[in-house]
């Protein structure tokens, strides 16, 4: 009762993040955003046409309005539909979200998981050679730009000029067996680069926590390393590691991965809300916007409550 | 945290969301086209891309299309049974269509069985464009041309009003009354704008039509999405045997791809077409070269000297390539020109006559100072050609002899005009070049400043307008808020009509002309040219208003690129980008036995 309390308390205290957010960026979407009218027009278009696609846009009406407008289809979570392909929104998002999901969640639980048993050899090691190995490897991983890291894997892994073993392009999921087949140098990509960084703050955590005085006490009492490390220091660095995974989740649900989407030919969430940017699809845009935003708040009320589960002591009220 | 049984569902409920059921595509005969781009919208008024009309010629009806192997291309009747009956005044079309053409099944008609098309389709078809509500991107090939449409849009597009010049005589006979001859109708006849669509379709979907075609073509669409079209043969596509002599065919020409196999076959010959979108060229390339997933590509730039052979004067393919990969080689139908904005003082019409000479020098002399050949080396890997004017080389109203004085780097030239008409680095204007902001556009506008300044041009007075977005820079050219226009025209028919429309004044700015190029003698050339049936009188006429153009100095122009395309070897095609475009797949073919390498 008492989390439920708490969630919903959270939630309306989000609800002026929700509103910011949205202002802010249906500001930008109107005023810097491109102009989607002369994507619609023909090669000879006359004023008058320009301007009845203006209208159609809702492009001539004040802008309190049309903000007051999205902040309804927020509300309804009826976006209409898009203005480049027509189809609903709802109809969009339902069709790419779970693609963008399936294809981004293995690197992201891989990228983490590893992250921290990576993290966790290097802080144990700390100074050692295996730390520098592992934290050289990281540094690796972050300096490659991700474009060249996907093409090489598309290229070692996919293509005949490497080893050809996994598809190049497509997403023609029917069962587990081409699931794996289509996610895995995807997956392979995105661990690569995601190593680097999670292993890189998660070992930061790790030390900082490694060098309290109670592993030094249980070190002492000659506490065996695995149980010391998993039963104690991760368990006590938590908190920092459910911040930045909760944190990263609006970005893998709404925006998925638009390098990889485009690269291996999938047709996710990425893809679909790069294009919107790109020509000045609102409808698509404010729903790709408005939900991240919910979510957001969402992630925070899920946050605080982790952090309840893990640590006892904290407090909801 | 261990991971609970709950998430277990979870984790599965997502897999399942991303899976969908299969299709069976056991036994059969599957082919995969790749194109450079996505289409956004499958509504035949909004088709403007060529993307788009690869997948609308395939799915919808025409009444006209392009033959499939004819060079120079020639028309044909398609939903027509034959071609126009055309008053002598030229003022009068009658056309007659098939009869037993039925659309496919669909929800939208009652009882989910498909119909007959009728004339009374096309007319409600070509009425879509004049409906505000429809948002045509198509109805500027119409506009003004047939006679009582404006008046029928003015007066609310009500559907259930008739046209005066656009009326269905019978079931199935059309009869078109123009305002003045336009000998260019059938051309738009045969463009996946005026394909034919059910009233039902539109009503039944809405605005999401745009995404549910419903037509008579010979394939239907199952899925569709931002990286793939998935068409499936139409079973109650017309069974009209393929006649090659009739569609041009030449043993010279056809006779290495296979072609002959498919005389007297009945079209679409393959069961599932798919057309996958890549706009990543070296993704498409490994996908391509894979051996089983798309068997049609063009060459990405990076690779052109790993894979040709030669590139000059005729393309040949390394052994290697040439072994696993049918190809062919051709110009463009269109190509890229860089044009002034007359509209801008600074370098275009001015009230002051005086100024305006002084600014026809100083665009003269910037065309003088364009060096065409190092653009071609630099941009177009040397195998682009180059002519002088806007009638690109593949219409046939191309003059191979044509002076080339227009495209001949001289900067001494350049110079000289400068210094008569008394520019010096302190008077000369500012000039703008405006672009998208991508590494190409600033290399290209960095070529082009570098050129002035070796006439003398001041660097810090050469700027670039850069714009974030294609659609922005679109919208400051419709706006002639640019001063220097790169631009790039792909022909919507094979008519030098359709280049020189870019130079009529009426069609200036947010038209066409990018120029804003307005002169009484090219207009009235082009007026009287318009209705003009082919001849050589229309040709010489042409040819004067391309000299019109290249004498005011208005455009540095221009380029066709070569285009490079590849097949696997297995597959029975003669592809075609452009005017044919997507009206080839019903013709494509695969053999059984393994892909390409």
């Not at chain 2, 003022?91 to 009728?118: A, M, N, Q, S, W």
């Not at chain 2, 419709?478 to 025209?489: F, H, R, S, T």
């Not at chain 2, 696997?568 to 053999?591: A, T």
Request: proline residues 6%; aromatic residues 12%.
């Amino acid at each position: 009762m008492e989390m439920l309390q708490y969630a919903l308390r959270k939630f309306v205290t989000g609800i002026p993040l929700i509103l910011g957010v949205t202002l802010i960026s249906f500001l930008l979407m109107v005023y810097f955003g491109p102009d989607k009218t002369y994507d619609l027009i023909g090669k000879n278009a006359t004023p008058e046409q320009i301007a009845e696609i203006r209208h159609q846009l809702g492009y001539d009406r004040p802008f309190v309005t049309r903000y007051l407008e999205y902040l309804a289809e927020l509300a309804t979570l009826d976006f209409g539909y898009s203005d480049s392909t027509g189809e609903r929104v709802s109809s969009i998002l339902k069709r790419t979200i779970p693609i963008s999901l399936a294809l981004i969640l293995p690197g992201f639980i891989l990228g983490n998981l590893l992250g921290i048993a990576l993290a966790l050899a290097a802080a144990w090691h700390r100074g050692r050679w295996l730390d520098k190995l592992i934290m050289g490897g990281s540094v690796v991983g972050m300096s490659v730009s991700f474009l060249i890291v996907i093409i090489a894997f598309q290229i070692l892994f996919s293509s005949n000029y490497g080893l050809g073993w996994f598809p190049v392009r497509g997403w023609n999921v029917y069962d587990f067996g081409d699931y794996l087949r289509y996610v895995t140098v995807p997956t392979l990509a995105t661990v690569f680069v995601a190593l680097g960084y999670n292993t890189r703050f998660y070992r930061a955590v790790l030390v900082e926590e490694m060098g309290r005085d109670y592993v030094r006490t249980a070190r002492a009492f000659g506490t065996p390393p695995a149980e010391l490390l998993f039963k104690y220091v991760l368990k006590n660095a938590l908190i920092p590691i459910i911040t930045r995974i909760m944190f990263s989740i609006p970005f893998v649900v709404i925006s998925g991965a638009l390098l990889i989407e485009s690269y291996f030919g999938i047709p996710g969430v990425g893809l679909v809300t790069y294009d919107a940017i790109t020509t000045g699809d609102q409808p698509v845009l404010k729903a790709v916007v408005g939900l991240t935003a919910v979510l957001f708040v969402l992630v925070l009320i899920l946050n605080d409550i982790l952090y309840k589960v893990v640590d006892p002591r904290v407090s909801l009220k | 945290m261990r991971l609970r049984p709950l998430h277990l569902p979870i984790l599965l409920f997502l897999l399942l969301a991303a899976c969908s059921d299969g299709p069976d595509t056991a036994g059969l005969k599957i082919y995969r086209h790749s194109l450079g781009g996505t289409p956004t919208s499958l509504d035949p008024v909004q088709s403007a891309t060529v993307y788009a009309n690869h997948v609308v010629v395939n799915v919808y009806d025409t009444l006209y299309a392009y033959k499939y192997l004819a060079r120079p291309y020639e028309l044909k009747p398609n939903l027509a049974e034959a071609m126009p009956e055309v008053s002598d005044d030229g003022l009068v079309y009658t056309i007659r269509i098939k009869r037993g053409v039925h659309f496919i099944d669909d929800p939208c008609f009652p009882g989910g069985k498909g119909r007959e098309v009728t004339a009374a389709d096309f007319v409600y078809s070509m009425k879509r464009h004049f409906d505000p509500k429809s948002r045509s991107q198509g109805s500027w090939l119409w506009a003004g041309k047939i006679k009582g449409m404006e008046a029928w849009k003015r007066a609310g597009a009500d559907y259930g009003k008739e046209v005066e010049g656009l009326r269905a005589l019978d079931r199935y006979t059309i009869r078109i009354l123009l305002t003045r001859p336009c000998p260019q109708l059938v051309h738009t006849l045969a463009q996946g704008f005026s394909a034919i669509v059910p009233r039902e379709a539109v009503e039944h979907y809405g605005r999401e039509f745009s995404v549910h075609p419903v037509g008579s073509g010979p394939f239907r669409l199952q899925t569709f999405d931002s990286v793939r079209a998935v068409l499936v043969r139409n079973e109650k596509y017309r069974r009209e045997p393929i006649d090659l002599a009739y569609e041009g065919y030449d043993p010279k020409v056809h006779d290495p791809y296979g072609i002959a196999g498919i005389q007297g076959r009945i079209p679409p010959l393959v069961d599932r077409l798919e057309i996958h979108f890549v706009k990543e060229s070296l993704s498409r390339w490994n996908s391509f070269t894979k051996g089983d997933e798309i068997q049609f590509a063009t060459i990405p730039r990076e690779l052109l000297d790993e894979v040709l052979l030669k590139k000059q004067p005729e393309v040949v393919l390394k052994a290697r390539y040439a072994r696993n990969y049918f190809y062919t080689s051709g110009l463009e139908n269109g190509f890229v020109h860089t044009d002034f904005n007359m509209k801008d003082p600074g370098i275009g019409y001015h009230p002051d006559p005086e100024r305006e000479k002084r600014n026809h020098a100083l665009r003269c002399a910037i065309r003088y100072a364009f060096d065409w050949a190092e653009r071609n080396r630099t941009f177009y890997n040397d195998m682009g050609q180059v002519f002088p004017g806007i009638i690109p080389p593949v219409v046939p109203e191309y003059d191979p002899q044509a002076p080339k004085d227009s495209i001949t780097h001289d900067p001494e030239k350049a110079r000289k005009l400068l210094a008569e008409a008394g520019w010096t680095a302190e008077n000369l204007p500012e000039l703008t070049y405006g672009g998208v902001a991508s590494v190409s556009s600033r290399q290209m506008f960095e070529q082009f400043r570098g050129w002035l300044t070796r006439i003398g041009y001041p660097k810090e007075k050469i700027l670039f307008d850069s714009y974030a977005s294609f659609g922005d820079y679109n919208k400051a050219v419709k706006q002639a808020k640019i001063m220097i226009v790169g631009m790039g025209w792909g022909l919507d028919y094979p008519d030098a009509e359709n280049t020189l429309q870019l130079f009529y004044g009426p069609n200036g700015s947010p038209g066409s002309n990018a120029s804003n190029f307005d002169d009484p003698e090219y207009n009235r050339l082009y007026e009287l040219s318009s209705v003009m049936q082919p001849s050589p009188e229309r040709t010489a006429i042409y040819r004067k208003m391309n000299r019109i153009v290249q004498d005011a100095c208005v455009t540095i122009s221009g380029l066709s690129r070569r285009y490079i395309l590849l097949w696997h070897r297995n597959v029975v095609s003669f592809p075609d980008q452009s005017i044919v475009g997507g009206f080839h797949l019903k013709y494509v073919d695969v053999l059984p036995g393994r892909d390409g390498e």
